[in-house]
Nanobody, 124 residues
Framework: QVRLVESGGGLVQTGGSLRLSCVVS????????MGWFRQAPGRERDFVAG????????YYTDSVQGRFSISRDNAKNSVYLQMNNLKPEDTAVYYC?????????????????WGQGTQVTVSS
């Protein structure tokens, strides 16, 4: 059974930090690129960050560049999102996803598996 379980969300003040974790099971994460997306109320699920199979390449949406950092540990079947200098506009449910093949990483529809999400709320 495929599972992706996110954790690490919570309530933080502007300028604070959080580290999200996503632990996967039921498939070989080595064969998948991984991504983090977020969805605020009334909005679509938007790409935040992505990482390739070995972690040698990372990708970020412009609004988080320099503040967020994605990493992975294939031995632990885990992917992480370190979020620093958080802003109220970062408030959303954050989802971990796995994309096989060579689909476009910023396209949520291209992902094969998703977690249930973790809420991040940044107060002003």
């Amino acid at each position: 059974q495929v599972r992706l379980v996110e954790s690490g969300g919570g309530l933080v003040q502007t300028g604070g930090s959080l580290r999200l974790s996503c632990v996967v099971s039921g498939f070989n994460m080595d064969n998948y690129r991984m991504g983090w997306f977020r969805q605020a109320p009334g909005r679509e699920r938007d790409f935040v960050a992505g990482i390739n199979w070995r972690g040698s390449f990372t990708y970020y949406t412009d609004s988080v560049q320099g503040r967020f950092s994605i990493s992975r540990d294939n031995a632990k079947n885990s992917v992480y999102l370190q979020m620093n200098n958080l802003k109220p506009e970062d408030t959303a449910v954050y989802y971990c996803g796995a994309i096989g093949g060579f689909g476009y990483m910023k396209n949520a529809a291209a992902y094969d598996f998703w977690g249930q999400g973790t809420q991040v709320t940044v107060s002003s």
